[in-house]
């Protein structure tokens, strides 16, 4: 079963991007370096320095394609500039200085955080960053002629029998230079453009068309809002309410299949009156049985308050937090990949957002 059209409209995504909707299969990383290089082929001894570029490493990588845009337009800053005549999405986060306040260790100073963007197309994602060292030993750059934040290894360079210069060695590991090259010198020692040498070290994960009746292609949680003092909340894989089908049939992002999944409502909202030891930060959980009827009751009160009996949360509206909901769902057994998704949902404002 699916409708990626319903997934799509919980995830706050643009029709378009349905033709994205699959399993992310793999991940292929390119690295390059600058390599700090010791020529003693002639006298007097030089030191120089060459870029570098490792073979493309691909290794298994699972995640939802749509899961990832959304969660990259809605938490991660990016802005969706549109799709081209190829089907080609283009998310970008702009680069931009912030200022850093108390404890930051960097508290009083303006830091940049680097330009980013992704491209989305049917073959997968791609994403591509300024390659810059924005801070050095506790201090901001004015990135007027940045540090370039790329690895070094050490190379010697020696004459060779036929007399001719020859690379004798070159360190396994990452070195610490003797000095560190900057935009312009770097720009120089490349011989490519900026934009071309971010797309040559871009990080790149490959979709497969996973078959939504065989494979879990995308999650995803919305709250419906019943009168005015009760919520649902309602778990959608594929796009369809979980609780009408059999998922556990459905092959996960790692090429796996579920037996469950934990379903919660958190609070957020300061004290309570019930103290839950949890590691969300929250002011209560409320378990949902994944195969009961998720309606509760919300009711604002003078204690933060869970009853169980009459399946009503109690919050209270006169402190300073803003009183969310969080409906969340994580898979079980988790198996080291932890797949969940959640929506927030303000009692005050009745505003959702993903979570």
């Known amino acids: 079963m699916s409708n990626v059209q319903k997934a799509l409209e919980i995830l706050d995504l643009p029709e378009e991007f349905a033709q994205y909707d699959g399993q992310i299969k793999t991940r292929t990383q390119r690295q390059a370096w600058i390599y700090e290089v010791t020529d003693i082929s002639s006298s007097p001894t030089r030191v120089y320095y060459t870029i570098g570029y490792d073979n493309d490493k691909t290794d298994a990588f699972g995640m939802y394609p749509l899961n990832y845009l959304a969660n990259s337009i809605h ?44 491209k989305a197309s049917e073959q997968g ?20 002629d940045p540090m370039i934040r790329i690895g070094y290894k050490a190379r010697l360079v020696k004459k060779g029998a036929d007399g001719k210069p020859y690379v004798a060695w070159t360190s396994k590991y990452a070195i610490n230079p003797k000095r560190r090259i900057r935009r312009a010198e770097f720009l120089q020692m490349i011989g490519i453009t900026l934009e071309e040498f971010m797309h040559k070290t871009r990080w790149s994960w490959s979709r497969v068309a996973t078959n939504p009746e065989t494979h879990i292609n ?56 019930i103290t839950t030891d949890n590691v969300y930060g929250s002011t209560l959980n409320i378990a949902i049985n994944p195969q009961a009827d998720s309606t509760i009751k919300v009711a604002s009160g003078a204690v933060n308050t869970w009853d169980n009996n009459t399946k009503t949360l109690t919050y209270n509206p006169d402190l300073t937090y803003d009183a969310q909901v969080i409906a969340y769902a994580e898979f079980l057994p988790a198996q080291g990949k932890n797949e969940n998704v959640g929506r927030t949902y303000s009692l005050e404002t009745h505003e959702e957002t993903l979570f």
Do not use: C
């Open 218 to 273: 995308n999650i995803s949680m919305d709250i419906e809002q019943i009168g005015n003092d009760q919520i649902k909340s309602v778990f959608y894989i594929n796009g369809v309410d979980a609780q009408t089908f059999n998922y556990k049939t459905l092959i996960n992002s790692f090429d796996k299949t579920y037996d469950g999944y934990m379903w919660m409502y958190r609070l957020n909202n300061g004290p309570g009156a």
């Open 125 to 144: 994602v791609d994403y591509m960053f300024e390659p810059y060292e924005t801070t050095w030993q506790g201090v901001a750059d004015d990135m007027k």
């Open 75 to 118: 938490h991660m800053g990016f802005v969706y500039e549109g799709t081209d005549e190829q089907g080609v999405a283009t998310l970008t986060k702009p680069g931009k200085f912030v200022k850093h306040e108390a404890p930051s260790g960097l508290a009083g100073q303006n830091v940049y955080y680097v330009w980013t963007q992704i």
